[in-house]
């Protein structure tokens, strides 16, 4: 997908974290949300074997599957309209009278959006329901929700090319699905910790959960997740975490999301005041863009 990952665009951008407070540690932050416009962030990596495959099968088009805020159903709408190929997004809940601000993107981009209950939703990932789904739309290459699978992984692995590994002795990202943080265990060094912020309320035992998806079993003892952050849940959030965020865009410049990114800097932020990294770390922050979110929040809540 050479096409829309520019690798040129991105900075790797030196930080003060905690705000207000001395530093301890070196933290950076790999500025992933400038790589591309619409397909920002991790976007690009994890789609990038999946669209390589579904062009290569010469497919008629890709299906995928996410909520009405999903960062993965505007992503892969947009990357699927570059490509010549059709999209189908199925949408987890029933149709609302008005779209929100992603499917009225992705439906821009020629997606077709087909809705789904709650409880069928759950399904997406059994035998049976994808078996039906090639056979209601033939030709349609399935992409699993947010990526997540072998050729997501491998694209996820790469993020930690754009760097050299050897500077950082921490690597801090948030997680949805798991696959960024799993294609960054794979592509770790074993002196490295990788740490994942999951930004779900449900989650739980994630090193188990992910076992099947790290392959790099060396560095199992160097994993830490933190299930604190997630402010109630999937696209929750609180006047704390509003005011965090716009306080780190006045001091660093760096805009978030407060679904998964605002998450991540905040949790990074109260992890170095509370000093749980020792003292001359050398910290990554992978920023997975995803900015399109803030859209859904009333117009003046955040500065940029």
């Known amino acids: ?44 990596f994890k789609l990038k074997y999946y669209l390589q495959h579904a062009i290569k ?27 010549d190929l059709k999209s189908i997004g199925i949408i987890r809940g029933e149709k609302p009278e008005n779209l929100s601000d992603t499917l009225t993107y992705a439906k821009k981009y020629s997606m077709q959006l087909k809705f789904i209950s709650r409880n069928e939703y759950k399904n997406k990932a059994k035998e049976y329901f994808l078996e039906n789904l090639e056979k209601k739309f033939p030709g349609y290459y399935i992409i699993p929700e947010g990526g997540c699978g072998e050729p ?8 930690l090319d754009l760097v050299t590994k050897k500077d950082f002795s921490h690597v801090v990202c948030a997680i949805g699905t798991g696959t960024t943080f799993s294609g960054l265990a794979n592509a770790a060094t074993v002196e ?72 991540l800097f905040f949790a990074v932020n109260d992890l170095a005041k509370k000093d749980f990294f020792p003292t001359d770390s050398r910290i990554l922050i992978v920023h997975s863009g995803g900015l399109q979110g803030n859209s859904s929040l009333k117009k003046g809540t955040l500065i940029f």
């Open 152 to 159: 997501g992984l491998k694209g996820a692995r790469e993020i």
């Open 192 to 263: 490295q910790t990788i740490i994942g912020i999951p930004v779900l309320k449900a989650m739980n035992d994630l090193e188990n959960q992910l076992a099947d998806f790290i392959h790099n079993s060396e560095n199992r003892s160097s994993f830490n997740f933190f299930y604190d952050y997630h402010f109630g849940g999937y696209a929750k959030y609180s006047h704390e975490l509003i005011n965090f965020m716009n306080e780190l865009y006045q001091q660093t410049g760096i805009p978030t999301d407060f679904v998964y990114t605002g998450k």
């Open 1 to 44: 997908m050479t096409t829309t990952i520019q690798p040129e665009r991105i900075s790797i951008d030196k930080i003060k974290l905690p705000l207000n407070s001395k530093q301890k540690n070196e933290i950076s932050v790999l500025r992933l949300d400038k790589i591309h416009p619409v397909i920002s962030g991790n976007k690009c």
């Open 57 to 83: 099968e010469k497919s008629e088009g890709i299906l995928t599957f996410g909520g009405a805020w999903s960062n993965h159903i505007v992503a892969s709408a947009y990357a699927a309209s570059l490509h």
